[in-house]
């Protein structure tokens, strides 16, 4: 088993350009998240998913958009990115609610 | 909304000396999470506490939830290089539903 497959690993993208995030979890799990972590200021929760078909915002979810529509992927899009959105971004993926997070691998996201 | 703090923010240690980093809630916490970060990794799940006061141990690892469950520690005994890393806490937010991480400690060991 792979666990969590996040692609790219890295990207560098201009001003105003979109890009999307993918992530992929071959454990069968109901919930995923993406996280974006910052110098400092550890994993902050973008946008979350319970189950297949369904997102919700997280503690930082402007200028970004998700999708869940299988359940073992969770896509994170940025439509127009800005400088402020370089960080290194995490996808995880639990069984349920508030149990074991398997983290992927992370991309790492300049924009210039 | 819930907020995790954790000190210290970094922590330069000895080989061979013993570290403790502290979690923190201004809430009381139903459970609380500990990860691992290497450096350039990811984090790792190292285990989760539930009940008050409860301790546990993985080999050189002491994780301790706290009688009030609004804090936690994790103390490492006689550091090894392969320690090195950042140690998040995460407990539920508000609502029950996700975890709230920690800005994390930072430990470094010097051979």
Request: aromatic content about 0%; charged content about 35%; proline content about 0%.
């Given at each position: 088993n792979a666990g969590v497959t996040q692609t790219p690993k890295f990207r560098v993208l201009k001003t105003g350009q979109s890009m999307t995030l993918l992530c992929a979890q071959d454990?069968?799990?109901?919930y995923m998240y993406w996280y974006r972590q910052d110098p400092g200021m550890g994993l902050r929760l973008i946008h979350y998913s319970v189950g297949e078909g369904t997102t919700a915002k997280g503690e930082v979810p402007d200028g970004y958009n998700v999708s869940?529509?299988?359940?073992?992927n969770f896509l994170l899009g940025l439509e127009s990115a800005a400088p402020s959105q370089t960080s290194v971004y995490f996808c995880a993926s639990t069984r349920g609610d508030l149990t074991e997070a398997f983290f992927g691998q992370g991309t790492r996201l300049t924009v210039v | 909304g819930q907020q995790v703090m954790q000190i210290p923010q970094y922590q330069h240690v000895q080989e061979g000396e013993d570290f403790t980093t502290y979690c923190n809630s201004s809430t009381t916490l139903s459970n609380i999470q500990w990860y691992k970060q290497r450096p350039g990794g990811h984090p790792v799940f190292l285990i989760q506490l539930v009940k008050s006061g409860e301790v546990k141990k993985q080999k050189r690892l002491t994780f301790q939830f706290g009688e009030a469950k609004k804090n936690s520690s994790l103390h490492i005994t006689a550091?090894?290089?392969?320690?090195?890393g950042t140690y998040f806490c995460a407990g539920p937010d508000n609502y029950g539903q996700n975890f709230v991480f920690g800005p994390g400690t930072r430990l470094s060991v010097l051979p």
């Open positions: 454990m069968n799990h109901e869940r529509l299988k359940k073992q | 550091t090894q290089t392969t320690d090195v």
